[in-house]
């Protein structure tokens, strides 16, 4: 008998990406398989997200379309995850009776088994759990990239923004301690990783739970001791916690990349209020400055919401200062809507849907013209490249690759020779700028030099297995992640 095959589809944060990579490890761990490119999967999984617009909608419309697949295959089972399902609950299988499994953000842990119930007792399983049993990241893992990886330092937030509702579906902050993050990374080291990007709610506050305020600037420190570990990232910090001590060790340690992800949400003080974030555009913007003082080739990206109830017209040109003042080399922009379950949804002066459009096309403007002019400064210097597997690996009218600069920029570059000779993704490449566009950047020059990793080998080893190349001597370089 063959294995079950499974599929993950994930919406939502870096969180969720997370979390389904240890869903899939889960999976794979109890027996079945990813499921091949084009065929139906024996169990989909949906890992959901109760953040982004119309994310219920969305759910349903796809379960919808599930629905008679699933009657055409016998045995074929549904499960729904994530931030949704554990706000939703049993309102999922009310609306769609033929999901198998429903389980919340608190045990991801639990999936196998209770598939394995609803096969058994032919009926729907729904087990949401108030507070988290097993830290997500002592669960085993399937990662889509050998040379990158996501390391939880915390989960769960302690903050009440008015417009978010991850709190209530994520918990409380919960911390790791740095001697379990650390033995995870080092561990990720030596199976070919070369890059990691710490993740929490709000780094900034790790440590808060174990009485040290100053760990997670330590934490990044400790990072820069781990032989083989090339590139650190981090997300998501907060202004309102965000410390000098962080911004030392961020200059200070060389493997901490200059990237600074920093959601700014509003410019205006007022606003900010209303949305309860504990900074105001003063502190936001010094922040900016002593980043820029200590990293001066920092790339900062951000998060900005249009439209928050009570938001002016003044409000909104406070926005587009702190845009013009802090020079972000890219910005994830939302139109406000209505959250169920937040503070906010109740809040009066819900701003018209046209004016928040307006409002909504004036900055992605403004903040796109930044960050091609940002952009623009790089062209003619020399960038180190991480090569990426996935991203930009399709463009066979010019064979490009493409790559990330230390400062995350996205980079397509010419490769060396004919593609079969292409440097491996995890493998870095040094080139000159000959393009700038608003979101990436291009290298149509020769390449400066390639450094064959670790990482490199690691990738072209699992390609070679994948592909049933082993021992047969034919190429993998180039191959498809």
Known sequence: MSARTYQVRTYGCQMNVHDSERLSGLLEDAGYVAVPEGATADVVVFNTCAVRENADNKLYGNLGHLAPVKAEHPGMQIAVGGCLAQKDRGEITRRAPWVDVVFGTHNIGSLPVLLERARVAEEAQVEILESLET???TLPTRRESVYAAWVSVSV???NTCTFCIVPSLRGQE??????EILAEIEALVAEGVSEVTLLGQNVNTYGVEFGDRLAFG???RACGEIEGLERVRFTSP????????VIAAMAETPNVMPQLHMPLQSGSDAVLRAMRRSYRQERFLGIIDRVRAAMPDAAITTDIIVG????????????????EQARFSGAFTFQY???PGTPAADLPDQVPTEVVRDRYERLVERVNAIAWAENRRLVGRTLELMVAEGEGRK??????????ARDNRLVHFTPPGPLEEAPRPGDVVEVEITHAAPHHLVADGPVRSVRRTRSGDAWEARSAVSDNRVGLGMPTVGAPA
């Not at 919960?174 to 001697?179: A, N, V």
């Not at 463009?395 to 990330?404: E, V």
């Open 395 to 404: 463009d066979q009218a010019t064979h490009r690759l493409t790559g990330r």
């Open 156 to 158: 769960g937030c302690n």
């Open 218 to 220: 330590k934490l990044l």
């Open 174 to 179: 919960r911390d790791r301690r740095p001697g």
């Open 135 to 137: 830290f997500p990241s």
């Open 238 to 245: 907060h202004p309102s916690s965000f410390t000098d001590d």
């Open 337 to 339: 809507s209505k959250r």
């Open 308 to 323: 928050f109830p009570g938001e002016t017209e003044v409000d909104f040109e406070q926005t587009l200062h702190v845009v």
